[in-house]
């Protein structure tokens, strides 16, 4: 398989990241409207959708200290600031000047010198979040090794030091709030693997359109684009899509290709209930050319998933690296979601107003999208 490349970018900064796969964060400031539109086989479809009392989720555990046993240190999040505790008392350390601690914004490595060898005792090459590296406070007390870092974000709680799966699986729930999360691009295949992990790993619910389509109607989605057309099939997932709309904690798949709702610019009025990622398989060939390809996939007028909110690139696809390129999901809805804090809380009135189509820019209750006055809100 071809090696992943990984750029991340929000509208207000860059970065990248080591990783096995690519993403990039943008807002999109267009909205669509989705005319209302009620084809004859709607009711069969939304009994297809799993109702409310079905859409039940995991509850996570508490976001508390990690075990020392498991990680050989102790490590507890308090308001502003997180403590790292590592044992030292087996390696004859005499004395603080044998410690030596590195950190910057995003990383941490801490070193010390025993019988005449300097040993890593920690490297993080990705703290789960940003810190204040001018501000870190490290000591001895007793047989341990202190470490005190000063959060940016101070509201955000850290599950565990690095931002690695476990995490982001942990963590990330307490900035999506109970949103749920789509997951467009043009292959089924992929949106699926990707929705499913996802799912798994932060206790929501997998939902694949293309299994209620096919439980509907019988018969495959492919045999149904055959015989009636990619544009029967858009419309469909649209329905169903309505359906979905209104249920949090879920992560749904959706159609790839021309037969998906999300290739059309004119179907994404229920889209937008969620946080949307585009999985878009990457042509660049190191992982500037994919940083830069991922700027300009979020700008393009010309394809439809461009309105997502987060854009992932992949350097190829083998089923094998399905976890790293979720992963790199949670970092790039992490960011988004920290980057503009009123994102959840507008998607969540977005909702409550019925997803009338007008988004970013929402429009006062009342509001008739099918009306011709001008919108308000621009």
Request: hydrophobic share 40%.
């Amino acid at each position: 398989m071809a090696a992943m490349f990984i750029a991340a970018t929000t509208c207000c900064s860059s970065s990248s990241f080591p990783a096995n796969h690519s993403r990039h964060i943008a807002t999109y400031s267009r909205a669509s409207r989705l005319p209302l539109h009620r084809p004859a086989w709607r009711r069969s479809l939304l009994a297809a959708s799993p109702p409310a009392s079905r859409l039940r989720f995991r509850p996570r555990t508490s976001l508390s200290a990690s075990p020392a046993a498991a990680h050989d240190y102790e490590f507890t999040d308090t308001n502003g600031e997180v403590e790292l505790r590592l044992d030292i008392g087996k390696l004859g350390i005499e004395s603080s000047r044998d410690v030596f601690v590195d950190v910057d914004d995003m990383s941490l490595l801490i070193r010390a010198k025993s019988d005449g060898t300097l040993r890593t005792l920690m490297n993080v090459g990705t703290l789960f979040d940003r810190v204040k590296s001018s501000e870190t406070i490290w000591f001895i007390d007793e047989d341990q090794l202190v470490v005190n870092l000063k959060k940016v974000e101070q509201e955000l709680k850290w599950p565990d030091i690095d931002e690695s799966w476990k995490s982001l699986t942990a963590g990330i729930t307490q900035l999506l709030t109970g949103i749920s999360v789509h997951i467009v691009g043009d292959s089924t295949d992929i949106n699926e693997a990707v929705a499913k992990e996802i799912a798994e790993g932060i206790g929501y619910l997998p939902v694949c359109t293309s299994e209620l389509l096919e439980s509907a109607t019988q018969k495959s989605v492919d045999t149904w684009a055959a015989s009636e057309g990619v544009d029967s099939v858009a419309e469909a997932e649209c329905v169903v899509l309505e359906s979905l709309s209104s249920h949090v904690r879920t992560v749904v798949a959706t159609l790839g290709g021309k037969q998906g709702a999300a290739s059309r610019f004119d179907k994404w009025q229920y889209l937008h209930s969620g946080f949307t990622v585009w999985l878009s398989v990457s042509e660049a060939g190191d992982e500037a050319s994919a940083k830069e390809e991922a700027r300009r996939s979020v700008s393009t007028v010309s394809v439809a998933y461009a309105k997502a909110d987060v854009v992932v690139k992949l350097g190829g696809w083998d089923p094998e690296y399905t976890r790293a390129v979720a992963q790199g999901c949670l970092v790039a809805l992490k960011q988004l979601t920290l980057a503009d804090k009123k994102l959840a809380g507008k998607k969540s009135l977005y909702i409550r107003l019925g997803c009338r189509g007008d988004w970013p820019n929402i429009e006062p209750p009342g509001w008739d999208p099918q009306s011709d006055a001008p919108p308000t809100n621009i």
